[in-house]
Structures are given as C-alpha cells and as structure tokens.
C-alpha cells in the first residue's frame, strides 16, 4: 500500500503520458491527412501540421477546399485540449510538488535496494519507537513500516528511514528488502495483523528472526505456531519485570543497565562458534584463554542442542554449534571478535570508539 502522495506522483505520471500520446496521435493523424488525403509532400504534411497544432497563425502550404479546412479546424480544436491538458497537470504537479516527490521516492528505494541484513520494524506506534530508539543507539540499519502518515512523519523527522504501507502485505515487505533482512519486528497494534505479518515474512525469507508483539496468551501460542523466534506479550513481560523491581531492584538496574541506553559503559552480544570457523573449538575455557585474552565474560553457553550452561567454569568445553553470552566493554567484545565469530556476519553492534 503506497502514501496517497505516492498514489498521486503515480497518477500523474499516467496522466501526463496519456496526454503526450493523446498529442502524438494528434500529429500523425494530421499528418497522414495532408498526405495522402491532400496529396502533399511529407515535408508539406509534417510541417503544415506543426504549425496547425502550435497555432502561430502562418498560412497554408497548399490551397485547401472546405473539406480540408473542416478537418485543420478539427485537428487546432484536438491539438489545443491535448496540450491544454499536458499543461494542466504539470502545472499542478509543480505547484504540489509531486515532482520533488517523486524523487523522493526514487532515492527512498535506492536507499532500500543497497540495505543488507537490515532490520525492520512493522508499527510505529509506542512500542514501535522504544524499539526504534533502541536500534539506533546500537547503530544498526533498520526500515520502519506504518500504514499512517503521522507517525511516520515522526520517524522522518528522527532521520529514520521509513515506508508507508501494509506490513500484513508481501508487496510491502518485498519493497523494504525482506529477502536480505535478518531480523522483523512486528508491533502492529492488533494481534492478527501481527500474526499475518509473521506468516508473510517467513513465507518470503524463512531464515530471517521474526519477533512478534502479543496482547494475550492464545494470541503468543498462535505467533508461536505461526513461526515467530519470539513473542513478547507487554502485560506478561511488563508483570514479570515490576514484580522483579519490587523483590530485586538492584539486580534490575543492572540487567537494564546493559540491555538497553546510548551511554552504558557495559554491552552483551552473541557469538556463534561454527564449524572450521573458530580455534577455540575443542577447548575448554580455560584453555582458550577468552578472558584473560579480550577481558570479556562468558556468562552462558547454549549446546546446539538447546541445553543452557549458566555461568560455565573454566573446565567447560567449547564445542562446534555452542551459542556464547557475553559481557564486556565495546573494546573488550572488539577483542573477543577476533578470537570469536559473531551469531550475525560482520562485526558486532557496538558503538563507536570515541
């Protein structure tokens, strides 16, 4: 679903070739007229229709009967409405500057044809802007969807990049680059749009992580079903994390102290240790070295298959497929990619050094 801006630049568009083409037909007819109607000369033919249809008041190339002089009254009469309306709707194309749109809309989508492993964010509403301000204090490249102007003219103004359309549509996500993204984030206001989003992103790219925003609980057991890698529900989440405040307040602080914010001293990323990929593979802990080496900590370690090892000792081993939590400043998870390859291609989401 495009912006009715877009809808408009498009239709004149088609406005403005139906009125060139309604003109060139114009021409030819004429033209073909005092050929072989007239028995002129082509150079006559062409000529004596161009100043017909400019209507510079010169005479006749060639004496012309009553027929003939009809017919040059018929073809100044179509000449003049169909420049009259080329004119009309590139004037009021100018003077609402659908042109200038159109060009926005060219670099909008050169701009989302060069995103790669991108992320994008269905909905702009309150969720949508937590998640978005969150994105862009780890610097990494997102697309924002909404179906309403207004808030997306909020995101522009932030310097976000934005499309308006359905995100429930395969032609939306096509046009934000959903076969090369590695992440959707669907907070849509209701759970079905949500739902239908999650299904259409994973029928376009099934690799890609969807994360899905939940009102109930059938609701998070049919995203599930759906195939979304995540569901979060702000009732449950929210009940869950005021009840934490309350019985453990510091513990909280902290823990948001490194998820969230642009100026926490603390960051945690992911690494996945493939296969041929990572030295460290076959070693433990200890042996690898991975704390005294960068600085960072590994907090968790999740087997390939699903087993969760909180706080491993330095006599754990490391094996192909483990998926590392890990802790430390920007510089020190800097240091630990090099020794560690990161769960998403090129280097971790880190701000960067001052």
Known sequence: MSSPLEEKYRQIQKDLRAGAIALALVF???????????GWHWSD??????????????????????????????????????????????????IQGYFQEGRRIRQLRRLVESLSEHYIIC????TGRQIA???????????????????LEEAKQLGYVTIQGDATLDETLISVGIENAVCLVAALPSDAENLYTVLSAKTLNPKIRAIARASTEEALQKLQRAGADAVVSPYITGGKRMAAAALRPQVIDFVDGILTGSDRAFYMEEFLLEAGACPSIGQSLREAKLRSQSGAL?????????????GPTGETVLMAGDL???????????????????????????????
């Open 123 to 126: 909905g702009y509403g309150r």
């Open 298 to 310: 590994v907090l968790a370690i999740r087997r390939q298959s699903g087993e969760l090892i909180a």
């Open 28 to 38: 030819i007819t004429g033209t073909l007229w005092y050929k072989f109607v007239e």
């Open 133 to 151: 301000i969150e994105f862009q204090a780890e610097e990494i490249s997102f697309v924002v969807i909404d179906s309403l102007p207004e808030p």
């Open 324 to 354: 590392l939590i890990c802790m430390g400043t920007p510089e020190q998870l800097r240091l630990l990619t090099q020794l560690l390859i990161p769960i998403r291609s090129g280097t971790p989401r880190l701000p960067k050094q001052g």
């Open 45 to 94: 033919a062409v000529y004596m229709t161009m100043i017909t249809l400019s209507t510079v008041g010169f005479g006749e190339i060639n004496p012309l009967g009553d027929r003939g002089r009809i017919f040059t009254m018929s073809l100044i009469i179509m000449g003049l409405i169909s420049i009259g309306y080329i004119v009309n709707r590139f004037t009021e194309a100018l």
